[in-house]
Nanobody
Framework: QVRLVESGGGLVQAGGSLRLSCEASGRLISSAVLGWFRQAAGKQRELVARVTSAGTTHYADSVKGRITISRDNAKNTVYLQMNSLKPEDTAVYYC???????????????WGQGTQVTVSS
């Protein structure tokens, strides 16, 4: 079983910064893809960024240049540094982990409880 605990959300003015953290625990976390999704009110959950165990990153076009994902494998923690925040970044941000569960490459996704980020204009 995998457990994900997020922290760092809050209220910030447009143009400001926030840093989200997600501490992961459980089997196979060190080899998992870790990342962040977000869900704004009335909208579908969308990928913000993800990072592989080797450090390869992928970002949504809407956040490129403003948001950076990183991971500390020694601490099993993934971070999301968000700069130049916009009101449209307002959402609940969810940490996730994609774990390979068998030799055939089957995967399973795990989710954190979510943390609210509100950007005021």
């Amino acid at each position: 079983q995998v457990r994900l605990v997020e922290s760092g959300g809050g209220l910030v003015q447009a143009g400001g910064s926030l840093r989200l953290s997600c501490e992961a625990s459980g089997r196979l976390i060190s080899s998992a893809v870790l990342g962040w999704f977000r869900q704004a009110a009335g909208k579908q959950r969308e990928l913000v960024a993800r990072v592989t165990s080797a450090g390869t990153t992928h970002y949504a076009d809407s956040v490129k240049g403003r948001i950076t994902i990183s991971r500390d494998n020694a601490k099993n923690t993934v971070y999301l540094q968000m700069n130049s925040l916009k009101p449209e970044d307002t959402a609940v941000y969810y940490c996730y982990a994609q774990v390979v569960t068998n030799i055939e490459g089957a995967t399973r996704d795990f989710w954190g409880q979510g943390t609210q980020v509100t950007v005021s204009s």
